[in-house]
């Protein structure tokens, strides 16, 4: 922490032009959803904890809304034949019942063992298949509860899981590096590889008599993406996996997040913000005067001009792009800024476009 007031006998500074400063300068701050329904909160404790001040965010959009969470804290769904989407509201997971047993996508933690009774309440078989999506723990974490299944993931997520060594997430069993068909009875599950996207290994699941897809941390129907373009790793990876998510003949799409399940026009919606996005970082890129950071931080910190520079570049395409979007997407006022950030570093470092940090003449 820094104090903003000066050392005696010290030259005054501006103070650095962050990204909360910058959103309040142009009107466009907004606080981050509460973490109280995480901590185990009432929605009522919520709205009032500081954490969650009332009015500091837009109204979710009709779009963005999905089935009501039953108090078992937990809603179980057949989307497809014999194909039942599970969620708690944030996370989601699929699983099919076949005459072999029950093939399982994923197990998020904060289902949990909650998993293994929503499968209880749909059939008596146990978990006989288990597919990793990609490593992240956060949608794999529980992976453990499919104790005596047969494992499967490519081989990178192999790689990594070895190398992060979590207990609750097994090593898998069969390993693959571009295609793989799981048969489970009658019933087939197509895993391909597309190459990276969000992560290394990060596959799409495709259950072709169903016409059903689940691709994770790349689309979120009815929402913007997470911060940072969902934090992937590979960004021209990412920006591609929807147009490949498009070349399947799916009706129903599961992006593995929030409220509910998505279709092929919640994967062209996201197309199009995120085009969005890209023109306005690049026009931001092209346009902003990199001599205006200099009033409001220390001229002799390189670092701090340099990310005066980034965030003053972010937030004129963020601002550009959220007007559009508030009503249509959810989350729009609270992610678009860190997606614009992800996207203008994307373009600089990975395509090029490094306006005024260009070739120098």
Same mark, same amino acid.
């Given at each position: 922490? +820094? ?22 300068? +142009? ?12 901590? #185990? !909160? ?77 499968? $209880? *309440? ?5 978990? *006989? =298949? ?8 956060? =949608?794999? #974490? ?12 490519? *081989? ?6 070895? &190398? ?8 898998? %069993? ?6 793989? +068909? ?9 895993? $391909? @590889? =597309? ?14 008599? &169903? ?5 994770? %941390?790349?689309?979120?129907?009815? !929402? ?13 990876? !990412?920006?591609?996996?929807?147009a490949q998510a498009l070349r399947y003949p799916?009706?129903? @799409?599961?992006?593995g997040h929030l409220t509910r399940i998505g *279709? ?38 390189? !670092? ?26 959810? #989350?729009? %006022? ?7 950030? &992800? ?14 940090? #260009?070739? =120098?003449?």
């Amino acid at each position: 922490m +820094t104090s903003s007031t000066p050392e005696p006998g010290s030259p005054a500074r501006r103070p650095l032009l962050t990204r909360r400063n910058l959103l309040a300068s +142009t009107g466009l701050a907004a606080a981050g959803v509460s973490a109280g329904p995480l901590l #185990g !909160w009432s929605t009522a404790q919520a709205a009032v904890s500081p954490d969650c001040p009332p009015g500091t965010t837009a109204p979710v959009p009709p779009a963005a809304r999905g089935p009501a969470i039953p108090a078992s804290g937990y809603l179980v769904e057949e989307i497809a034949d014999r194909v039942y989407w599970l969620t708690d509201g944030l996370y989601q997971m699929i699983f099919v019942t076949t005459a072999e047993g029950v093939v399982a996508v994923d197990a998020p933690p904060t289902i949990g063992k909650t998993i293994l009774r929503a499968i $209880a *309440t749909v059939t008596n078989s146990r978990v *006989t =298949h288990a597919i990793y999506s990609h490593h992240h723990a956060d =949608h794999t #974490g529980a992976m453990i509860l499919y104790e005596g299944a047969r494992f499967y993931a490519h *081989t990178e997520v192999a790689d990594l899981l070895r &190398q992060t060594n979590d207990p609750n997430r097994p090593l898998p %069993d069969v390993t693959f590096d571009r295609h793989l +068909t799981v048969h489970a009875g009658e019933d087939v599950l197509d895993l $391909a @590889y =597309h190459g990276p996207n969000h992560s290394p290994g990060n596959i799409f699941i495709n259950l072709p008599a &169903q016409r059903v897809l689940m691709l994770v %941390d790349v689309v979120f129907p009815g !929402w913007v993406p997470f911060a940072y373009l969902a934090e992937s790793q590979n960004i021209p990876g !990412w920006l591609e996996a929807p147009a490949q998510a498009l070349r399947y003949p799916f009706d129903t @799409y599961i992006g593995g997040h929030l409220t509910r399940i998505g *279709t092929r026009d919640d994967v062209i919606i996201q197309q199009e913000y995120v085009a969005e996005l890209r023109a306005q970082a690049a026009s931001a890129i092209a346009t902003f005067n990199p001599a205006s950071v200099y009033q409001s931080v220390d001229p002799t910190n390189p !670092w701090a001009i340099f990310r005066a520079y980034l965030d003053g570049v972010a937030g004129q395409a963020a601002s550009a792009v959220i007007p559009n979007w508030v009503d249509r997407l959810g #989350g729009a %006022d609270v992610y678009t800024l860190p997606n614009a950030y &992800q996207l203008v570093e994307s373009l600089r470092i990975d395509y090029g476009h490094l306006g005024p940090f #260009g070739i =120098h003449p």
